[in-house]
């Protein structure tokens, strides 16, 4: 009984969660875009090396962006009534000559490949909601416990299985510094007291500022204008991706 009554309130927690009545939930670090205080960043004559710190950045997104902080960082994830999809990304770079900016756009073509054999390789015991309260305490503690250690094997041999492909495109000086200005004044003004719209997805805008790196990350619920920059950020990856890169009309879209 005690069970059954656990469960009426969460559904009714999750029901008055849902009504908006609280802030955005996000995550706003600023950070030392280089760290130097560790093993690693001793060089064989002693000397200190600076390393980009990557602290902030969740496993995939290390597999996207691994060796360093770059000027613009989009990450975006989601998931649709058949399980998690495929991750999208996109940075920009300077190219080796350090004069035209390139945007990379990442994504893990074998994403729910990967996904599917892990299922399978570290299976989940399921009880049914409806018999609930007639199986023991212990077993329903045995469960839970056994489905945690799935899901940790899961998440620790991913990222080691998941193949990043990355697609470049040179792209002007204009574009990408005004994509730049647009992600350091949003991240800069957000505003985690304005209405939106729940969105079911979850996306990271990260940029670096100087000697920080600034990173926002929102999940499901997004401001109005946390979608909209979303939105201009995923339609860039599909328009890059299609050979249809029109920097004009992004310039005026950001303003510029």
Same mark, same amino acid.
Request: glycine letters at 4%.
């Given at each position: 009984?005690?069970?059954?009554?656990?469960?009426?309130?969460?559904?009714?927690?999750?029901?008055?969660?849902?009504? &908006?009545?609280?802030?955005?939930?996000?995550?706003?670090?600023?950070?030392?875009?280089?760290?130097?205080?560790?093993?690693?960043?001793?060089?064989?004559?002693?000397?200190?090396?600076?390393?980009?710190?990557?602290?902030?950045?969740?496993?995939?997104?290390?597999?996207?962006?691994?060796?360093?902080?770059?000027?613009?960082?989009?990450?975006?994830?989601?998931?649709?009534?058949?399980?998690?999809?495929?991750?999208?990304?996109?940075?920009?770079?300077?190219?080796?000559?350090?004069?035209?900016?390139?945007?990379?756009?990442?994504?893990?073509?074998?994403?729910?490949?990967?996904?599917?054999?892990?299922?399978?390789?570290?299976?989940?015991?399921?009880?049914?909601?409806?018999?609930?309260?007639?199986?023991?305490?212990?077993?329903?503690?045995?469960?839970?416990?056994?489905?945690?250690?799935?899901?940790?094997?899961?998440?620790?041999?991913?990222?080691?299985?998941?193949?990043?492909?990355?697609?470049?495109?040179?792209?002007?000086?204009?574009?990408?510094?005004?994509?730049?200005?647009?992600?350091?004044?949003?991240?800069?003004?957000?505003?985690?007291?304005?209405?939106?719209?729940?969105?079911?997805?979850?996306?990271?805008? &990260?940029?670096?500022?100087?000697?920080?790196?600034?990173?926002?990350?929102?999940?499901?619920?997004?401001?109005?204008?946390?979608?909209?920059?979303?939105?201009?950020?995923?339609?860039?990856?599909?328009?890059?991706?299609?050979?249809?890169?029109?920097?004009?009309?992004?310039?005026?879209?950001?303003?510029?």
């Amino acid at each position: 009984m005690n069970r059954i009554i656990t469960v009426f309130f969460a559904i009714l927690l999750l029901q008055t969660v849902s009504a &908006r009545d609280y802030p955005v939930q996000f995550s706003k670090r600023i950070e030392n875009n280089f760290v130097k205080c560790r093993l690693e960043n001793v060089q064989p004559d002693g000397s200190i090396k600076p390393l980009s710190n990557l602290d902030g950045k969740t496993d995939i997104e290390n597999l996207f962006f691994e060796d360093f902080n770059a000027p613009v960082e989009y990450f975006f994830r989601w998931e649709s009534k058949y399980g998690p999809e495929e991750p999208l990304g996109f940075r920009i770079v300077k190219d080796s000559s350090g004069r035209h900016y390139l945007l990379e756009v990442k994504s893990i073509p074998n994403f729910k490949e990967v996904n599917n054999k892990l299922e399978e390789e570290f299976p989940l015991l399921l009880m049914s909601l409806k018999g609930l309260d007639s199986i023991a305490d212990s077993t329903v503690r045995r469960y839970g416990k056994h489905n945690m250690a799935m899901y940790a094997k899961r998440r620790k041999e991913a990222p080691k299985r998941y193949r990043v492909e990355t697609r470049t495109f040179r792209i002007g000086d204009r574009f990408a510094e005004a994509l730049y200005n647009k992600f350091v004044n949003w991240i800069d003004r957000f505003d985690s007291k304005a209405e939106g719209p729940s969105v079911g997805y979850w996306a990271t805008f &990260r940029c670096v500022v100087d000697n920080e790196v600034w990173t926002l990350s929102l999940d499901d619920e997004f401001t109005a204008d946390a979608v909209a920059l979303s939105d201009l950020c995923r339609e860039i990856i599909a328009d890059a991706v299609a050979g249809r890169l029109d920097e004009a009309k992004y310039l005026e879209r950001l303003g510029d």
